[in-house]
């Protein structure tokens, strides 16, 4: 779904009044502030009222403006549908996040980001559920999954976990955390719930063609673009299955079947991914967030943990 530069800037205004309806303000100084006024700055330079120095590499101020613009959709949607008010302790953490974009990294670990991710799950899983509960973000017990919903009769604990670096242990340690907190809930099943966006190559999604030449400031950068998505999703792709044959081989199969068999999550991780690349349009290339949920599927999954994913996904995508 395409946003122009000006249609940003008004997203950008509707979630300003939409805060301050909550009482918030956007603090000065913050990452939130920045990645706003970086959505701003875009249309100014659409409209020639700024300039971009032509060696700037833009991917960083396109890549976090096109992930916060889909997150402000999502918002946006929540708002308008009366399902806003009981996030204001999550939107509080907006002003105290070191990134609240889904799709940049973020490698040093901070408990206001990762509480986003919270966040936006649960504003994802809005639409197609209902009686949805999300772990209060100050006061979190740890017996429960950060996000509780109902969908299609069951309900569903989703625990969320940001993941920093790419040891097997320590993804053994998160998945296991994951899994008793939905045990100990009131969920009939669910899923841990990882975020890869410290893991993925956001510079390989979206390549600069004559990088050396641009690492010696020789030229200017040129941005690739790819035919369609097909690259990207391949690329995450070969990032779940690595990470998961890293996490069998190195904590042992026979751990790793105790860990789930019995249990009432699924036999596997959801694991929500996402980049900001160029596409080949007709009208040249056209940056776009690319993002999906896929499955670190350690056993086959029933039809319904299957159908509830594929949902998140088409919420994600505009198609429901």
């Known amino acids: ?89 999550h939107l509080q953490l907006l002003n105290t996040a070191r990134e609240v974009t889904q799709n940049t990294r973020l490698p040093v670990s901070d408990e206001a980001s990762n509480k986003i991710f919270e966040l936006f799950v649960a504003l994802t899983f809005g639409p197609i559920g209902t009686n949805l509960l999300l772990d209060d973000p100050q006061n979190a017990r740890g017996d429960n999954p950060d996000v509780l919903v109902d969908i299609q009769g069951r309900r569903w604990g989703f625990a969320c976990k940001v993941i920093n670096g790419t040891s097997p242990l320590t993804l053994f340690e998160r998945f296991a955390e994951g899994i008793e907190q939905i045990e100990r809930s009131p969920a009939e099943t669910g899923f841990v719930f990882f975020n890869f966006k410290n893991l993925i190559d956001h510079r390989l999604a979206w390549p600069i063609t004559n990088e050396d030449e641009f690492a010696r400031e020789e030229a200017e950068p040129e941005f690739g673009a790819w035919m369609d998505e097909t690259p990207v999703l391949r690329q995450f792709s070969e990032l779940i299955n690595d990470c998961l044959q890293d996490f069998v081989d190195s904590n042992g199969l026979e751990n790793v079947l105790q860990l789930i068999d019995g249990r009432p999550s699924m036999p596997g991780a959801a694991v929500y991914m996402a980049t900001a690349s160029a596409i080949q349009s007709s009208t040249g290339p056209l940056p776009t967030l690319i993002g999906q949920v896929g499955i670190m599927r350690i056993r086959e999954f029933p039809a319904h943990g299957e159908n509830v994913l594929k949902l998140f996904n088409q919420v994600l995508h505009g198609q429901i």
């Open 1 to 89: 779904m395409l946003t122009s530069f000006s249609e940003a800037a008004r997203l950008v205004d509707r979630f300003e009044r939409i805060l301050r309806s909550h009482g918030i303000e956007i603090v000065t100084g913050s990452d939130l502030e920045s990645v706003c006024l970086d959505i701003l700055e875009l249309e100014y330079f659409r409209l020639g009222e700024s300039q971009l120095d032509p060696m700037t590499d833009i991917r960083p101020l396109l890549g976090q403006a096109a992930g916060w613009i889909d997150f402000l959709k999502l918002l946006i949607r929540g708002h308008n549908e009366n399902r806003l008010a009981d996030f204001v302790p």
